[in-house]
């Protein structure tokens, strides 16, 4: 949630959809994993959403964002930031808006390449992974806990959500943002 890792995931997802070999999956595998982080990072800290007109405060260094309409509501930062309490503080951030408007782009570009058809076959073994995790887990309920469990259940949580979710809400924001008046 800060806006220097926001763009270097950006430059990464944009690095890897560039020099990619769409007949050699090895060559964009890295983007399964950096589209969620990059959607993560562009997350407002009041609505957890991807940001729209994004605003942050002037006069801190924290680099906490929200949405405009989401500004003045209780942020769901852990532990809360005491430097961007105030709100009138407060204004809209340009390379945020810039780099949302990129994120929706690079989505919309991803989304008409071939690389989606992957992407949804990797969706598809994730999601069986999941439900195949989720009955073992049951099962191991009665059973003694197996070594590793663990980190599955840490990894998945982090990441709840798919990479063709991802790009669906990328795509969703050249919509929504206000129009300057
Ligand atoms: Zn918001
Ligand atoms: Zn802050």
Same mark, same amino acid.
């Given at each position: 949630?800060?806006?220097?890792?926001?763009?270097?995931?950006?430059?990464?997802?944009?690095?890897?959809?560039?020099?990619?070999?769409?007949?050699?999956?090895?060559?964009?595998?890295?983007?399964?994993?950096?589209?969620?982080?990059?959607?993560?990072?562009?997350?407002?800290?009041?609505?957890?959403?991807?940001?729209?007109?994004?605003?942050?405060?002037?006069?801190?260094?924290?680099?906490?964002?929200?949405?405009?309409?989401?500004?003045?509501?209780?942020?769901?930062?852990?532990?809360?930031?005491?430097?961007?309490?105030?709100?009138?503080?407060?204004?809209?951030?340009?390379?945020?808006?810039?780099?949302? #408007?990129?994120? @929706?782009? &690079?989505?919309?570009?991803?989304?008409?390449?071939?690389?989606? /058809?992957? %992407?949804? !076959?990797?969706? $598809?073994?994730?999601?069986?992974?999941?439900?195949?995790?989720?009955?073992?887990?049951?099962?191991?309920?009665?059973?003694?806990?197996?070594?590793?469990?663990?980190?599955? #259940?840490?990894? @998945?949580? &982090?990441?709840?959500?798919?990479?063709?979710?991802?790009?669906? /809400?990328? %795509?969703? !924001?050249?919509? $929504?943002?206000?129009?300057?008046?």
């Amino acid at each position: 949630m800060d806006t220097e890792n926001c763009t270097n995931l950006y430059l990464q997802v944009c690095q890897t959809f560039l020099t990619c070999k769409y007949d050699d999956p090895s060559t964009f595998e890295d983007l399964y994993k950096l589209l969620p982080w990059l959607r993560q990072s562009l997350t407002c800290c009041v609505c957890s959403k991807v940001v729209v007109d994004p605003m942050s405060s002037t006069q801190t260094h924290c680099q906490h964002f929200v949405c405009a309409k989401c500004r003045g509501g209780k942020m769901v930062l852990r532990p809360s930031c005491s430097w961007c309490k105030d709100a009138n503080a407060f204004e809209i951030n340009e390379h945020l808006v810039i780099l949302v #408007q990129c994120f @929706s782009k &690079i989505c919309e570009l991803i989304l008409h390449s071939p690389i989606n /058809d992957h %992407i949804i !076959k990797y969706d $598809q073994n994730r999601k069986k992974e999941q439900q195949k995790e989720a009955t073992g887990k049951k099962e191991e309920h009665s059973k003694k806990r197996r070594s590793g469990t663990r980190r599955h #259940q840490v990894s @998945s949580r &982090i990441l709840n959500i798919s990479v063709s979710e991802v790009l669906q /809400d990328g %795509i969703s !924001k050249c919509n $929504q943002t206000t129009p300057v008046t």
